[in-house]
Nanobody
Framework: QVQLVESGGGLVQAGGSLRLSCAAS????????MAWYRQAPGKQRELVAAITSGGRTNYAESVKGRFTISRDNAKNTVYLQMNSLKPEDTAVYYCKGSYGNIGTDSGSWGQGTQVTVSS
């Protein structure tokens, strides 16, 4: 069973930066696709960024140029570097891992970490 544990959330002022981490266990991490999703109050969960086992990335339009997803297979960890944060980035951020299609597969989820951006 795959277990994912997020960390790194917190409160930051607009324009600031945060780096989220997601540590995986119980999995063959290097062959998994990984992604970060977020859910703001009253809104649906949305894909923020994803990275394949081969390192190919894609991003939501709203975060392109500001967020960077990366992975360290030696540490079984995926990261989300968030720069130039905006109040609208406030949400609970979730890590997801999948051996299949990250967008459609049910996959495995972490418990979430809160990111709050003050104006």
């Amino acid at each position: 069973q795959v277990q994912l544990v997020e960390s790194g959330g917190g409160l930051v002022q607009a324009g600031g930066s945060l780096r989220l981490s997601c540590a995986a266990s119980g999995s063959i991490f290097r062959i998994m696709s990984m992604a970060w999703y977020r859910q703001a109050p009253g809104k649906q969960r949305e894909l923020v960024a994803a990275i394949t086992s081969g390192g190919r990335t894609n991003y939501a339009e709203s975060v392109k140029g500001r967020f960077t997803i990366s992975r360290d297979n030696a540490k079984n960890t995926v990261y989300l570097q968030m720069n130039s944060l905006k109040p609208e980035d406030t949400a609970v951020y979730y890590c997801k891992g999948s051996y299949g299609n990250i967008g459609t597969d049910s996959g495995s989820w972490g418990q979430g970490t809160q990111v709050t951006v003050s104006s």
